[in-house]
């Protein structure tokens, strides 16, 4: 069965079970690698993506329920890692493995979308994802950084 | 695929690859123009013509481009990073336009190293001019041959720059030498008249200049005339090694293009799902593939054997079952719903943790090897007035880094290529060549980013794993992925271990004699290692016993090989001896250090007295609040390498006993010069929150002989309100070249919230992790 499926504003047609979880349509039928496979039980973020701006834990998250919504993945972030997030991140030198980073960048997105100055407190209730090498005080840094970037944008 | 990719594999491997495949098999890889016309079929090793290889490290172009071949893993601790800058540094090329990538395993098997890279530059450890002392010179348990090309290609025992600084920093002088001969020929001047920076030659009588890809191949064309006489520029003269350098592949790391080993995709590719035996040395009896062939993408079913434990340095894990299907999700839905049957060995399968460490408490009253005994130890604990016996216990504990275990393979008849994030491709290699028997020369490991390393042979049998099932689907390329649950069962574990620790104190406190007796598993790591390291704090008489047990869990490395343990057992211990003397716990650790005859023991006195002034030692907290003061060292009762770091943990507990740790001020050993100090920063930051994990969340536990939790809802992971709010880390230089700290830092951690814990609340708990425990009080 064909899902009609729109992510980072191009339209993908993939011939896939609907209960297939997000993740896997949009590593392995679309290709876009970034998105990340650590847990599968919607746990640590890794898989975090949008679905109509709101972070979803994709390895969990039916295909079929996301057809006709906004997908965005970390590829839909920028063209070039000049979102203001990704230029903190860069600042700080914030991964390490960087595995897990895919998500910890959808899931400030999103803080940031709703909550343009978090505090340390917004933070550590919205950026709930798992760093195995402990980047979280680059993290938070990095958060608070790109804060105030998109405020001087503005 | 976009261009920055290139530098995370090798280019030269994939035009290899691609006309070695059969048929019309084309990687889904970049490829240069011409390629295919351009590489010789069956050779050895493809030299692009368009490009000047000046040695094994580097290759220019004639575009002035250089490439700087890294032949360490990256898994996040920034050897991307520093090895290239131990190159440029000697280079003299531009930092900021140096390509990477991967050095090839298959071509370190095929040739040998450089003479002159072999022998070390100056007197060692101590040498501030010299290249230090490496300790991993050849690796001869794999296959016998003693100095490969890129000598040890294992990311192992944080050694990457310990071991790897002489030779790379050779390796930059002798392109640069030869390059400036090659310029000097071009110009016909004397090449004493030469100088060089950010890759410009200049001859300053005549004002010409001339660019590295400009000479590079007549540099490439160009023998050292005396490589025995090739120098290393000492830390005085360092302009960026020692500088603060962003890590070169975080850009690519925020836009996820970094290449994992889990992102190679190859046309024809299907996706393994793979089910092990969940009790080790456990093997599969039966499976009912007919049950779940018909499902959507299902391809074939393969069993697997117990992996070969020669080729995974004596482990022993379980046999399995993997499906090949079109996609990973129907492979991994497919296993799950198989009808699967377990051989279990009836001694194992009851075996379960609180018998394991009934055991393991039994084994410390057992005779066990003696590995030091000064003075009469025995004698003077009979007489002793006052005695202090504590026994400490550790759960095993596994890496688990975020990516799964997987790897990419292509067996033909010709050939293995193998895409992995690998901490030791020679390894792989070997283990290629034994299970498919295509000869080692012609396996080709293709080197991707780790989502998280921690530990060598932590991997398991995931190399082996996909190796098997892609020579059973010879011509069609395999990518095998673990889930998470199979990841914690491929995985080696840290060795659960207990330590009893008795001291006789004399009239003022002071220790008259320590005994220390450890117990854990007997094979892997542990009992024979550097564990002797209780002796660091002075007693007149002192004894050090390892006790073993026979358990069937599969040790291995893990962030270190089980130090972090023992530091824990060490730190805690001492804490608890200046508490019954009452004695400050820093002042205490003082006076042991001055009392014994470590060839450290200036350092470490050092590091101990900055942590304590960092962290305002002795001024008042208010309640619920709580310092604590730990060492951490590698070496320091040998002469030689050695990392030093001395730690003030400020931990908090609210009255319903919520641990938090709130500040952390850390004096860390920098040696002799640290080559890039923002990724040591990282790396020691990391470890704070690595040794939170142990010392407050994480334990593995066995029942019915299996591994209990397998994923993260039962094994936690601190999470970013976990993580201090503030850090502090300061560098303090020594007179030794370091041993490395992409272990082993923090351990500190553990006994300090132990000892925060006995302070705030009164509760002495000597098991980890302290989590399981009601830490509430008042
Ligand atoms: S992989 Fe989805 S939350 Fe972990
Ligand atoms: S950077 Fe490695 S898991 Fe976060």
């Known amino acids: 069965m064909a899902l009609d499926l729109t992510i980072n504003g191009a339209a993908h047609s993939v011939d896939a079970d609907p209960e297939t979880p997000l993740l896997w349509v949009i590593r392995d039928y679309v290709g876009l690698t970034g998105t990340k496979f650590s847990c599968g039980m919607a746990q640590c973020g890794a898989c975090t993506v949008h679905v109509d701006g709101q972070p979803v834990r994709s390895c969990t998250f039916p295909a079929s329920a996301a057809v006709g919504k906004a997908i965005t993945t970390i590829e839909g972030v920028s063209d070039d890692g000049s979102h203001p997030v990704q230029v903190a991140w860069k600042e700080l030198d914030a991964p390490q493995c960087g595995y897990c980073q895919s998500g910890m960048i959808m899931a400030t997105l999103a803080l940031l979308e709703r909550t343009p100055e978090p505090t340390d407190a917004d933070i550590d209730a919205a950026v709930t994802n798992i760093c195995r090498c402990g980047t979280y005080h680059r993290i938070r840094a990095a958060i608070h950084r790109a804060a105030q970037l998109i405020k001087a944008e503005a | ?778």
Request: proline share 6%.
């Open chain 2, 1 to 778: 695929m976009t261009e920055k990719n290139r530098t995370t594999l090798d280019r030269r491997e994939f035009l290899a690859t691609s006309t070695a495949a059969t048929g019309a098999f084309v990687l889904g890889f970049w490829l240069p123009p011409n390629a295919r016309a351009a590489v010789p079929h069956g050779a050895s090793w493809y030299e692009d013509p368009a490009n000047r290889e000046i040695n094994a490290w580097i290759v220019i172009d004639p575009d002035d481009t250089v490439t700087i071949r890294i032949a360490q893993t990256e898994l996040g601790q920034g050897v991307w990073t520093s090895n290239a800058m131990m190159v440029c540094e000697e280079l003299a090329c531009d930092w900021d336009t140096v390509k990477l990538e991967y050095a090839s395993a298959n071509r370190d098997f095929r040739e040998a190293a450089p003479e002159w890279t072999l022998p070390v530059p100056g007197e060692g450890a101590y040498d501030r001019d010299g290249g230090g002392a490496p300790e991993f010179r050849d690796r001869s348990y794999v296959n016998g041959i003693p100095d490969s090309l890129y000598r040890r290609m294992r990311t192992n025992a944080a050694a990457s720059v310990r071991d790897g600084r002489y030779y790379l920093q050779l390796a930059g002088a002798e392109a640069r030498e030869r390059l400036l001969l090659a310029a000097a020929s071009e110009l016909s001047v004397p090449v004493n008249e030469l100088a060089v920076k950010d890759g410009v030659i200049t001859h300053a009588a005549s004002g010409r200049t001339l660019s590295y890809g400009q000479v590079a191949a007549r540099a490439a064309e160009t023998p050292h005339p005396n490589p025995e006489a090739i120098n290393i520029k000492p830390p005085s003269e360092w302009t960026l090694m020692g500088t603060e350098q962003h890590n070169r592949d975080v850009p690519m790391k925020v836009t996820g293009e970094t290449m994992y080993g889990i992102d190679v995709r190859l046309p024809g590719m299907k996706w393994a799902a793979v089910r092990s035996c969940p009790v080790y040395g456990g093997d599969i009896q039966s499976f009912d593939f007919d049950a779940v062939r018909e499902r959507p993408g299902v391809v074939s079913a393969h069993q697997l054997p117990i992996p070969n434990p020669e080729l995974i340095r004596g482990r022993v894990f379980g046999g399995g079952v993997a499906i090949v299907a079109d996609h990973w999700h129907q492979a991994k839905a497919a296993i799950d719903a198989m009808p699967i049957e377990w051989d279990i060995p009836a001694h194992l399968a009851n075996r379960n943790t609180a018998g394991m460490h009934t055991e393991l408490v039994a084994a410390l009253d057992a005779p066990g090897t003696v590995r030091v005994d000064e003075g009469d130890v025995d004698a003077v604990l009979a007489k002793a007035d006052r005695v202090i016996e504590a026994t400490y216990s550790t759960p095993y504990l596994p890496r688990a880094r975020m990516e799964p275990g997987n790897a990419t393979v292509l067996v033909t008849d010709e050939r293995v290529d193998i895409w992995i994030g690998d901490q030791s491709p020679q390894e792989t290699r070997h283990s290629a060549a034994v299970i498919t028997g295509i000869p080692e020369e012609n396996v080709y490991v293709h080197l991707c980013h780790l989502g998280g390393g921690y530990g060598r042979n932590g991997n398991g049998p995931q190399a082996e794993h996909a190796i098997t099932i892609a020579n059973e689907n010879r011509g069609t390329p395999i990518h095998m992925l673990w889930s998470r649950e199979e990841d914690f069962v491929g995985t080696t574990y840290r060795a659960m271990g207990v330590a009893r620790l008795r001291a006789a104190l004399d009239d003022d406190g002071w220790p008259l004699a320590i005994d220390v007796r450890t117990a854990m598993q007997g094979d892997g790591f542990g009992p024979t290692s550097s564990f002797n390291n209780v002796a660091r704090y002075h007693a007149p008489n002192y004894r050090f016993s390892n006790h073993t047990t026979d358990f069937h869990v599969p040790v291995g490395t893990r962030r270190g090989i089980g130090q972090a343990a023992h530091e824990f057992y060490r730190e805690s211990f001492i804490d608890e001896l200046a508490h019954a003397a009452g004695k400050d716990p820093y002042l205490y650790r003082r006076e042991l250090v001055a009392r014994s005859n470590l060839p450290h023991k200036d350092d470490l006195v050092r590091a101990l007295d900055l942590a304590a002034e960092m962290s305002d030692w002795g001024t008042p907290l208010p309640e619920g609040l709580a310092r604590a003061i730990a060492l951490e060292e590698r070496g320091a009762d040998v002469e030689g390498t050695v990392t030093i770091s001395a730690v003030v943990h400020t931990v908090s507990i609210t009255r319903d006993g919520r641990v938090k740790l709130e500040r952390v001020d850390m004096a860390h050993d920098k040696g002799f010069g640290l080559v890039n100090p923002l990724s040591v920063k990282k790396q020691l930051e990391g470890q704070i929150v690595w040794f939170y994990n142990d010392a407050m969340l994480q334990k593995n536990t066995v029942a019915d002989g299996r591994i209990v939790e397998n994923n993260y809802d039962r094994f936690p992971v601190a999470r970013i309100h976990e993580s201090p709010p503030e850090i502090n880390i300061q560098f303090f230089e020594t007179n030794h070249w370091l041993k490395g700290l992409g272990h082993d830092r923090a351990t500190s951690v553990q006994s300090a919230i132990g000892d925060a814990i006995f302070q705030i609340t009164g509760k002495r708990y000597r098991d980890l992790p302290f989590g399981q425990h009601d830490l509430s009080w008042g």
